[in-house]
């Protein structure tokens, strides 16, 4: 049952951001105003022109400024207020699963991208003590291909930050321990471990999942756990097609429950994407799908969108130039386990969306971008502000 007694307000803040197939979003306040900023990366600008929704051999635009040496960043921010846009480096084809993290202790947050594709580089963009300055890339890794995820957190519980990364060509869950001298380039082999070594995943959490005071991974479908010094994995749900991974309490029982949106399928699936939370019962952990019938939903998000105090899920489709009408879902938690969906806005899609408050109303509003064809950075501000009745 659909009900829309809310929608969200949409501004496009970019039309033509310097760089297409935008890979990333993350918000987080770089100007210490109390207002999060927004940093979009990407692999650089689409060079060919499109025709009828297919990409030929002529040069586009860009493709003409980049023949030139004209072609502008691939990593920026946008400040809030106002949503003037700043360079953050230049470095080509960065793909999907940025991160943010003090990788240098400084106080300051830095940002991590890997590169997407047939390239093998994992970067760490250092902060100065003005964002709007120049960023410095530092290299970690290149030995693995295309990273799908990374992640920052206390993956050991050795009481220090790690680097979390999902290489999908290379099938392998790594971390690294942050050197003493994190600007070396690259990173020392024998700070990074390996989670596993045969595994093509996407979609990762960081955290105490079953609340025995020690750290998990979930990537994908997949729990690891730390137990001497190996870990260990255990399936949450099989036959899902790649995923996008959040958790939360959602059932108010004390211990987080896993969601998962196919955010790929069906165009790079086996099915229409689903969106199912999992909760765990004794041995098992059980699902409950919510949708079936999705179009490459690879923007997941818990957060309390209604002011109720309970999480909700949000989940945005892409478009890919195939679906005419992506559509964003709000579904509102309404206790014990029963959630009601409802559709917050439609006709704009988006990837890789964020839930964070931008305006200060005390509810979050949804960040997000296109991926490709279409290059477009927007927000969509929470309607539940302004209404009466959640």
């Known amino acids: 049952?659909?009900?829309?007694?809310?929608?969200?307000?949409?501004?496009?803040?970019?039309?033509?951001?310097?760089?297409?197939?935008l890979g990333f979003c993350l918000a987080?306040?770089?100007?210490?105003?109390?207002?999060?900023?927004?940093?979009?990366?990407?692999?650089?600008?689409e060079t060919k022109l499109f025709i009828g929704g297919g990409r030929t051999r002529l040069p586009n635009l860009a493709g003409i400024r980049q023949a030139a040496g004209?072609?502008?960043?691939?990593?920026?921010?946008?400040?809030?207020?106002?949503?003037?846009?700043?360079?953050?480096?230049?470095?080509?084809?960065?793909?999907?699963?940025?991160?943010?993290?003090?990788i240098d202790g400084d106080g300051r947050v830095d940002v991590l991208a890997g590169q997407g594709i047939h390239y093998s580089d994992a970067y760490w963009f250092e902060q100065p003590a003005d964002p709007r300055d120049d960023w410095t890339p530092h290299l970690i890794t290149s030995d693995f291909?295309?990273?799908?995820?990374?992640?920052?957190?206390?993956?050991?519980?050795?009481?220090?930050?790690?680097?979390?990364?999902?290489?999908?060509?290379?099938?392998?869950?790594f971390y690294y321990d942050i050197?003493?001298?994190?600007?070396?380039?690259?990173?020392?082999?024998?700070?990074?471990?390996?989670?596993?070594?045969?595994?093509?995943?996407?979609?990762?959490?960081?955290?105490?999942?079953d609340d025995d005071g020690r750290t998990e991974i979930v990537a994908g479908t997949t729990i690891y756990r730390r137990r001497d010094d190996r870990?260990?994995?255990?399936?949450?749900?099989?036959?899902?097609?790649?995923?996008?991974?959040?958790?939360?309490?959602?059932?108010?029982?004390?211990?987080?429950?896993?969601?998962?949106?196919?955010?790929?399928?069906?165009?790079?699936?086996?099915?229409?994407?689903?969106?199912?939370?999992?909760?765990?019962?004794?041995?098992?952990?059980?699902?409950?799908?919510?949708?079936?019938?999705?179009?490459c939903p690879h923007s997941l998000q818990t957060a309390d969108f209604t002011g109720d105090g309970r999480p909700d899920i949000y989940v945005g489709e892409m478009s890919l130039g195939e679906n005419d009408d992506p559509k964003h879902y709000l579904f509102r938690n309404r206790g014990d386990g029963r959630f009601e969906e409802t559709l917050v806005a439609s006709g704009i899609e988006t990837h890789e969306a964020k839930a964070v408050d931008l305006t200060g109303s005390g509810l979050p509003d949804v960040v997000g971008k296109s991926y490709t064809p279409d290059h477009h950075v927007d927000v969509w501000y929470n309607g539940y502000a302004d209404s009466e009745s959640v």
């Open 145 to 173: 291909e295309k990273y799908h995820d990374l992640a920052v957190g206390d993956v050991d519980d050795d009481g220090e930050p790690e680097v979390l990364g999902l290489s999908q060509r290379s099938e392998t869950v």
């Open 179 to 209: 050197p003493p001298d994190p600007t070396v380039e690259p990173w020392p082999a024998t700070a990074r471990h390996v989670v596993d070594d045969d595994i093509e995943v996407e979609g990762v959490w960081i955290g105490d999942i």
């Open 1 to 21: 049952m659909q009900s829309q007694t809310a929608t969200f307000r949409h501004e496009v803040i970019d039309a033509a951001p310097p760089t297409t197939r």
């Open 70 to 102: 004209l072609a502008g960043s691939t990593l920026f921010w946008y400040e809030n207020p106002g949503w003037e846009r700043h360079a953050i480096a230049d470095v080509p084809h960065l793909d999907v699963g940025g991160a943010l993290g003090d």
């Open 231 to 295: 870990w260990q994995a255990e399936p949450v749900a099989t036959g899902w097609d790649n995923v996008r991974v959040a958790v939360s309490d959602l059932d108010g029982d004390g211990e987080p429950e896993i969601v998962l949106a196919e955010g790929d399928s069906p165009t790079y699936g086996t099915h229409p994407g689903r969106l199912a939370w999992f909760d765990r019962q004794g041995e098992d952990w059980v699902g409950t799908v919510l949708h079936d019938d999705l179009f």
């Open 28 to 45: 987080t306040d770089l100007t210490d105003n109390g207002r999060p900023d927004v940093v979009v990366g990407g692999a650089g600008p």
